[in-house]
């Protein structure tokens, strides 16, 4: 098979046989599209219809268009993001060893890979197969619009067929298919090829995950509340915890406004709100012993991974710490237990300015230089503007673990970030203060801020396990939301047109 890929001019690949492994369903991905896209009441439909589905045949040409119906009708297609936001995460986590092994020989003896989707929607896997895997064409049914809304019809893409029918017959036929169905045999591009590659089903039943380290583009940025797999079972599980979730949430959110840190930490932990201090010792601080002669604060740089990392700073030192954001809503302001946040304007000299003067006071002031939120193992740039601000900084490692719900987002309302950290059923923040790094020598002019910036966050990375990225807020909004990640105070959410300003 690997002769045959390698020789021919085009790969024709069957995604949902082929190339995805065989023990997930579909119906997780529509869901995923009804939740993320549509909301937990078209959710909730698409699982009442989940006993017809199965009596259907669960993965069958007929249940993939009740599924189709259920997550797509109704929606703007203007709007509709989750194709390349949310979906390709958990298309990757699925992709098989075998069927990348393919695409991959394919592309590298310079051959065009066709990806063939028989059961979903085009606009589901465009996205994950051209931009994680190289894809250069794909084939699949289109969702119907009407008024700029899908109806939740499928039809046929008739023209692109016809399309890459041309192509593959004017290169005189030399092309090769791969599928793990027979099915595939009816699709009208498996005519085209001189050799149709079917795996059997034990063949595929002994196929493997593709392993992250061999992706061939990392999934950094993704969007979606739903951390887990939303299959029927673990989708009803949800929707009965979301009104216990929603008054155990309100509990939290009571306790840790209205009580003392060292007191509201075992109460919380108990509800499954849990923190811990990882492999260190706070460091010491401005006015506490070994620093009584220091008036000046101290600056924290953290890794940015949601909205609340300042707080569990300042419940990791015991001590109120001032934090500093790019953009915030109004109702994040308000519940934040560590009192008022410093907006800064994306001015160079006049953030500068702000957080100097906090230093200057004595504050413990906290920084996100990466400027977004990032959920998976890697460090965007980091802003090198802190590096001029004092003469060190305490990095501090952040990671998150949640059971339910991310409590980040890039399209949707910023403002219920910190409440959906709180309905988790449990979670798990962990602080780790490293070792003080002088930045001494670039307020001296004696190093370039960005190679100190770039120190800063290796450390950080070695620390945590994470990969170091030279990506930026921008990159993440623009592929994830079509903006550039600027808040509207009043309502929480991006504004959707560009604005250009000052990079730091």
């Given amino acids: ?50 006993p017809v589905i199965l009596c259907m045949g669960g993965d069958s040409d007929a249940a993939a268009r009740v599924m189709a119906m259920a997550a797509f009708c109704g929606l703007r297609a203007s709007r509709f993001r989750a194709g390349r936001a949310v979906l390709p995460k958990w298309f990757m986590e699925v992709v098989s060893a075998e069927g990348f092994e393919a695409m991959r020989i394919s592309g590298a003896a310079g051959g065009r890979r066709v990806c063939v989707a028989t059961r979903f929607p085009r606009v589901m896997v465009e996205g994950f197969l051209s931009e994680y895997l190289g894809a250069e064409a794909v084939v699949g049914k289109e969702m119907k619009v009407l008024w700029g809304f899908y109806t939740g019809l499928m039809e046929e893409e008739d023209e692109v067929v016809l399309e890459e029918t ?5 290169e005189c036929g030399d092309a090769v298919g791969f599928s793990g169905s027979p099915e595939f045999l009816q699709h009208p591009l498996s005519r085209c090829c001189k050799d149709i590659h ?57 306790v840790a406004l209205t009580v003392p840190y060292r007191y509201s930490t075992p109460i919380l932990a108990a509800t499954g ?5 990882k492999a260190g010792e706070r460091p010491p601080l401005p006015g506490a012993d070994g620093e009584r002669g220091r008036r ?50 994306r001015d160079r000299d006049a953030d500068g300015r702000a957080m100097a003067r906090l230093l200057d006071r004595g504050d413990l002031v906290v920084v996100c230089p990466e400027g977004t939120t990032c959920r998976e193992p890697y460090l965007l740039r980091f802003s090198p503007l802190f590096t001029e601000l004092s003469d060190d900084v305490v990095p501090v490692g952040i990671a998150v673990e949640t ?22 059923p449990r979670m798990c923040y962990t602080v780790q203060f490293l070792e003080k790094v002088s930045t001494a020598a670039v307020r001296e002019g004696k190093e370039p801020r960005a190679d100190m910036a770039n120190l800063v966050q290796r450390k950080m990375g070695d620390a945590l396990g994470y990969s170091c990225t030279m990506l930026t807020r921008k990159d993440k909004y623009g592929m994830l939301a079509g903006n550039d990640g600027v808040v509207d105070r009043a309502d929480g959410r991006c504004l959707s047109a560009p604005t250009e300003r000052k990079d730091k």
């Avoid at 041309?166 to 004017?170: M, N, Q, V």
């Avoid at 583009?217 to 915890?241: E, I, N, Q, Y």
Wanted: aromatic content about 10%; proline content about 6%; glycine content about 6%.
């Fill in 296 to 345: 000046r604060g101290q600056l924290f740089v953290c890794n940015h991974r949601t909205l609340i990392d300042p707080v569990y700073v300042s419940v990791a030192l015991d001590r109120p710490v001032r934090a500093v954001s790019y953009s915030l809503s109004r109702l994040s302001e308000l519940i934040s237990p560590i009192g008022q946040t410093v907006r800064l304007t």
């Fill in 403 to 424: 059971a339910m719900f991310y409590p980040t987002t890039a399209d949707g309302l910023k403002c219920l970030d910190p409440l959906y950290y709180m309905v988790n």
């Fill in 166 to 170: 041309k192509k593959i017959r004017a």
């Fill in 273 to 277: 709100m849990s923190w811990w201090l």
């Fill in 1 to 50: 098979m690997a002769e045959k890929v390698a020789t021919a001019r085009t790969l024709v690949l069957d995604v949902e046989a082929g190339l995805l492994l065989p023990s997930r369903s579909l119906f997780p991905y529509f869901m995923l599209v009804a939740l993320e896209a549509g909301g937990y009441l078209r959710g909730l439909v698409l699982l009442l219809l989940y």
């Fill in 198 to 254: 079917l795996v059997t089903r034990e063949d595929r039943a002994t196929w493997q995950a593709l392993p992250r380290s061999r992706y061939p583009k990392a999934v950094v940025f993704h969007d979606g509340r739903l951390a887990f797999m939303p299959t029927a079972s673990s989708t009803l599980a949800m929707l009965m915890w979301l009104p216990f979730g929603v008054a155990l949430g309100a509990a939290r959110l009571a």
